[in-house]
Each structure stands twice: as C-alpha cells, then as structure tokens.
C-alpha cells in the first residue's frame, strides 16, 4: 500500500530491549518531497484497502497508540545518498 501512495520503504525495525520491544516499530519511508508526503499520507489514509486492513488489525481494540514523525535529509557521506 505505501508504494501505490508514492512511497518508498527503505526498512523496518524493533528495539533489542524491554520494554520497547514489546511495543516499538521504527521504520523510514521515503518520499519525493515533504509536500509529497502530507499528501501520499492524506491518500494512504483515506485509501478503502488501508482503512479495511485497520479496522480487521484492531477489530479486539486500537494497537497504535502513539506516531512520532520526523522529516530527515541524508546527509552527504549517507550510503542512502
């Protein structure tokens, strides 16, 4: 679903330790732009697959409490560059 919104998953982690790991996902996705990402997260929300898949993952309650988001720039000696 990310790539049909125009967006890159570079990769997906979870901390070694307690008590994250039981309750942490990190990931980066990629974007052309930051306007690029406001607007392929306002069409991934709104996309009637993505709002399906949520309501069957918390059909037993919410299991995303918290979203941080950082915007990042690479720098130049970044193997990403």
Do not use: C
Not at 43 to 48: K, M, S, V
Not at 52 to 65: D, T, Y
């Amino acid at each position: 679903l990310f790539e049909k919104h125009g967006m890159t998953s570079i990769g997906y982690w979870v901390p070694e330790d307690a008590p994250l790991k039981q309750n942490t996902l990190i990931y980066i996705i990629a974007h052309p732009s930051r306007e690029a990402a406001k607007k392929n997260w306002a069409e991934f929300r709104g996309d009637p697959e993505w709002q399906k898949v949520k309501a069957e993952s918390e059909a037993a309650g919410q299991i995303v409490s918290k979203i941080d988001s950082v915007y990042m720039e690479a720098t130049d000696y970044s193997a990403l560059k």
